[in-house]
């Protein structure tokens, strides 16, 4: 049998990645290390995340996405967690004019039934005003799980099934756009700071073909220099979504031939 090679659709890759993944890990471990509460560490997290909003702008990068609050991190302290809840209300509040100013669009995901009224009214108003800015799309992902997000868009599309009378309509493309980031590109690099080396159940179905970065640098330290560190090593990766190291090189001299006509 004489298979013929198919055309499949991948990612143009440059060496800014379009979309960054972010777990901000460690704000606990900067805190305790200074014998101060976790929740300081939390504070301070809060800082890294303008530097590295910023950061992202100044680079071009057109998305970013920063795991804020699992589907697990319920398991907290009881203060901890309510912590957390009073700074993402207070950040909303503070921060939105300021973003919106600065032409960046919010989003969150997650399962926001759990969140009290306050704040998923001010997620609603946010994501109202910012809605059209185009210079950036932070996403915050707050009471987020992977596997939340691959059932909530397996029931819509078990419903349309069902509503249809038949299961022939189901595909990767049209199964993505159920994902709660159906409206962004899947992620070039994922970032995890504090340490750990794994996924916590963050965009599962995404991350797919992503470049994993993982730094022993805190959150609350983690800024622009911890970044370009970031990209550089991206920079060096080979994207081959499946393909082999010569065809990418026939490809990127096709790109640039076409380029120069
Ligand atoms: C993980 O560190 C961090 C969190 C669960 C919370 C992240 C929150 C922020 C960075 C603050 C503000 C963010 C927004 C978007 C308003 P950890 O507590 O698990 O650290 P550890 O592993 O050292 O215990």
Redesign the pocket.
């Known amino acids: 049998m004489t298979y013929t090679s198919f055309t499949v659709r991948t990612p143009i890759v440059t060496g800014v990645p379009r979309h960054i993944a972010i777990?901000?890990?460690?704000?606990?471990?900067?805190?305790?290390c200074r014998q101060l509460p976790?929740v300081a560490?939390?504070?301070k997290?809060?800082d890294?995340?303008r530097t590295i909003i910023e950061a992202c702008v100044t680079r071009g990068v057109e998305f970013l996405t920063?795991?804020?609050?699992?589907s697990e991190?319920w398991r907290?302290p009881v203060d901890?967690v309510s912590f957390?809840m009073r700074?993402?209300i207070h950040?909303l509040e503070r921060e939105i004019a300021n973003l919106h100013t600065n032409g960046i669009q919010l989003r969150v995901v997650g399962d926001l039934s759990m969140f009290e009224a306050r704040m998923q009214e001010l997620v609603r108003l946010a994501e109202a005003k910012t809605a059209t800015n185009t210079c950036l799309t932070l996403t915050?992902a707050?009471n987020y799980g992977g596997r939340w997000d691959i059932l909530q868009a397996a029931r819509k599309i078990a419903k349309q099934c069902v509503d249809a009378g038949t299961i022939q309509n189901i595909n990767e493309l049209n199964f993505a756009q159920h994902l709660a980031m159906a409206y962004a590109p899947e992620p070039d690099l994922f970032i995890r700071t504090?340490g750990?080396q794994r996924i916590s159940n963050f965009l599962l179905w995404q991350l797919a073909y992503t470049e994993f970065y993982f730094t022993d640098v805190?959150?609350p330290d983690f800024n622009d220099v911890e970044l370009n560190k970031a990209i550089i090593s991206y920079r060096g990766r080979e994207r081959r979504f499946g393909r082999t190291s010569s065809q990418l090189t026939q490809q990127s001299q096709t790109v640039d031939d076409s380029l120069s006509c």
């Not at 777990?23 to 305790?32: L, S, V």
């Not at 920063?66 to 699992?70: G, I, T, W, Y």
């Open positions: 777990i901000m890990d460690g704000n606990g471990r900067w805190a305790q976790r560490g939390h504070a997290g809060l890294s995340v920063l795991f804020a609050f699992s991190n907290r901890e957390l700074l993402f950040t915050i707050a504090g750990e805190f959150w």
